[in-house]
RNA sequence: GCUGUUAUGGCUCAGUAGGUAGAGCACGUCCUUGGUAAGGACGAGGUCCCGGGUUCAAGUCCCGGUAACAGCUCCA
């Protein structure tokens, strides 16, 4: 039999010969790294055996799948473990996923981490014995036949929900059976470390409406300085969360007394925001955007038009009962048919076209209690929103314009590298969830997928992400405990114009229907602000510091010189604050330092002497003596240039 | 919303076995006037998240609520 391996060369083996005897022809040590292979493009166990002229490709821990295999194959010895220690214990699901593997039960009784050590510890065990992996490929009568006899009910659902024809296998390993495609390793010896790392509570199936069932977490690898690097990884992580530090550096508190998911600005968190919305408008009026100013709420009236009562209204705050006979109102959950009311009062030309309104809009949504997070996640947020009614000609230039103002912000805030790209589309099978007119779908996809080609953006499709009313570019960005989060979303509506009958005249005097863009700039400030926080651990880049520079007295000598400085740096426009506190300068410089104070100058005697700071910044601390124009002048030039340096 | 964990001075946390509470930091006063990440002394400060229950007695045990955290689900 002729294989031919991924560097293009070929080897000659017997028919019939196993893998990872094949990789031990090739040589001794891929034979000892090697878990699993891809056989002529389908991922196969080592054992599997050669029976025509194929291709071959081993794979080892480098390799996503292989990694994958391994820990698929440690979440199997996890379930065994847990089957010997409750045998009562029914099988869920167990796959491998991005940073290792989890695996789902339905446990007679709730366990906690306190019984993680016993699994662990029969974990070890399993692996020690290193049982063989065996592969058989069975009928579906035999499939549930096994599965009804260890009365594995949710293996019998999934072996009902696979389709006709498809090849069934079961997986064992000792005196554990699993129902699994595979592949997995050749043996439970292969695992070399591994640690349990969570338990939580999950859906069977991920549905809501189904039995919530145990879930538990775990990593695997092949070494143990990797694993330990990464827990560490994980630890460090952490220590930037913006939910942690957030509070610690007074950006934003939260009180019970006002309720979920709804932070409160302290007066360094309120600067930010103003400088990010400073940035953001003066940036957005260079452009081209006017802006409006509309109410927070309106009647119920308005968004039954808009259709966000049909689609949205349990996401909605509502005020009044219409049961009731009352006058219902809403706040908003987005700015849209503000905008559009905007729009219509009074007959549009193409000449007014592109009309670009922009707003820095307060909207409320009543999300789930239990999905508040931070400034991630909240019920009150402020987006930097936009409508662009143009014709259905300028959609593609108006598309590529809002990109680079988005890009440009990115840059400015030094996160372009940090996010990704989803085009999100309808799901056809869930017609209750979006306006129903396929041809209208598939005309604003095939646009937006033609334009996202041209500008060469790298994305990954989503069906069934799109908004209720047309297809959206997302900018998807994972925060510290790496879960994915929409920055920013630009949405190209098919639809609403039409329910707001919103036209424009064309050059020949007709009637016609204009396309209408969603976008936001920046996002929401609030989640943006999450994001700043834990990008730079609270050290944000100088442009956007609530303080840029702390001026402290080395004696109450100096406290008149100070404050001298202090003033002149507020008349240049630079954000300072003056430390004359009766406190040693050491201890004043680790206070400014803990602040993440990007400057802090430093005047004594010698100083206040001869006319010059002493300048010491966060990162590279002391910088030595200069004029007060010169340190001006640096830091002036380092505002302007947006520099992410300091 | 669901599963689990948690809730004690402004903050971070102790609190043993049910017997009305402690530390460090922060804060205030005083001493100290110090040269690039914590000088010293003294002092003030607590409805132990809220509401019920058990008990002679509840921060501690039980029930309900609220909020925070992790996961699931959701996110126009």
């Given at each position: 039999m002729k294989v031919t391996l991924k560097d293009g060369s070929q080897i000659t083996v017997e028919k019939g010969a196993r893998i990872i005897d094949v990789a031990a022809q090739i040589s001794e040590g891929l034979a000892r790294v090697a878990l699993i292979a891809r056989l002529n493009g389908t991922l196969v166990d080592l054992t599997r055996e050669i029976t025509e002229d194929s291709t071959l490709e081993i794979l080892t821990f480098k390799d996503e799948e292989g990694r994958n295999a391994y820990r698929h194959t440690c979440a199997h010895v996890l379930a065994q473990a847990v089957k010997n220690l409750y045998p009562e214990a029914k099988l869920a699901i167990g796959p491998a996923i991005k940073t290792g593997f989890y695996y789902d039960f339905d446990l007679p009784s709730s366990i906690t981490m306190d019984d993680i050590p016993r699994i662990e510890k029969e974990m070890e065990s399993i692996i020690k014995a290193d049982f063989p992996i065996e592969r058989s490929v069975v009928t579906r009568k035999q499939a549930v036949t096994k599965m009804r006899g260890f009365g594995e009910i949710y293996k019998l659902q999934l072996i009902e929900d696979l389709p006709r024809g498809a090849e069934i296998t079961l997986y064992s390993q000792g005196n554990y059976v699993d129902l699994c495609a595979g592949p997995h390793l050749?043996?439970?010896?292969?695992?070399k470390c591994f640690k349990l790392t969570q338990i939580t509570g999950a859906y069977w199936k991920g549905n809501e409406q189904n039995k919530m069932l145990t879930r538990i977490y775990g990593t695997a690898f092949e070494k143990k300085s990797e694993m330990t690097e990464y827990l560490q990884a994980v630890e460090d992580a952490k220590k930037r969360d913006h939910n942690k530090i957030g509070r610690e550096l007074e950006i934003f508190m939260t009180d019970e007394l006002v309720g979920q998911g709804l932070p409160l600005f302290m007066p360094k968190g309120a600067k930010l925001l103003q400088i990010l919305q400073r940035f953001v408008e003066d940036e957005e009026e260079r452009r081209g955007y006017m802006f409006t100013k509309t109410p927070l709420m309106a009647k119920s009236d308005l968004y039954k038009v808009s259709g966000h009562w049909e689609h949205y209204k349990d996401g909605m705050f509502v005020l009044g009962d219409e049961a009731m006979d009352d006058e219902v109102y809403a706040l908003r959950p987005m700015t849209c048919p503000f905008q559009y009311l905007i729009y219509k009062n009074g007959i549009k030309s193409?000449?007014?076209?592109p009309c670009r309104y922009s707003e820095t809009s307060t909207l409320f949504r009543n999300e789930?209690?239990?999905?508040?997070?931070?400034?991630?996640?909240?019920?009150q947020f402020t987006l930097s929103d936009a409508h662009i009614v143009c014709t259905p000609e300028q959609v593609e230039d108006e598309f590529k314009r809002i990109l680079d103002l988005i890009l440009y912000i990115e840059d400015c805030l030094g996160i372009r590298n940090e996010i990704s790209y989803r085009f999100s589309k309808w799901d056809p099978?869930?017609?209750?969830?979006?306006?129903?007119n396929p041809k209208g779908w598939n005309d604003t996809q095939a646009l937006m997928k033609k334009i996202l080609d041209d500008i060469g953006l790298d994305y990954v499709e989503a069906d069934g992400e799109a908004a209720f009313y047309g297809p959206k570019l997302d900018l998807q960005a994972s925060n510290v405990w790496g879960k994915e989060d929409t920055i920013i979303t630009i949405q190209i509506d098919f639809g609403l114009a039409e329910r707001f009958d919103m036209t424009y005249i064309d050059e020949n005097g007709a009637k016609q229907r204009p396309m209408i863009i969603h976008r936001s700039s920046i996002g929401s400030y609030e989640r943006t602000i999450a994001m700043l926080i834990e990008k730079y651990a609270g050290a944000f880049p100088l442009w956007m510091s609530p303080t840029q520079v702390k001026v402290m007295a080395l004696?109450?000598?100096t406290t008149e010189k100070c404050t001298e400085v202090a003033d002149a740096l507020k008349k240049q426009g630079i954000r300072t604050e003056v430390d004359l506190r009766n406190e040693k300068i050491g201890f004043k410089i680790r206070e400014a330092q803990l602040d993440k104070v990007p400057y802090m100058l430093i005047i004594g005697d010698k100083e206040a002497e001869a006319g010059l700071v002493s300048v010491r910044s966060r990162k590279s601390g002391d910088l030595g003596t200069m004029t007060l124009d010169a340190f001006c002048e640096r830091v002036k030039k380092e505002i302007e240039s947006f520099s992410l340096e300091n």
């Open positions: 050749m043996s439970t010896g292969k695992i193409y000449r007014d076209l789930a209690s239990g999905e508040m997070h931070g400034l991630t996640r909240v019920r099978k869930k017609k209750s969830k979006y306006i129903n004696t109450d000598r």
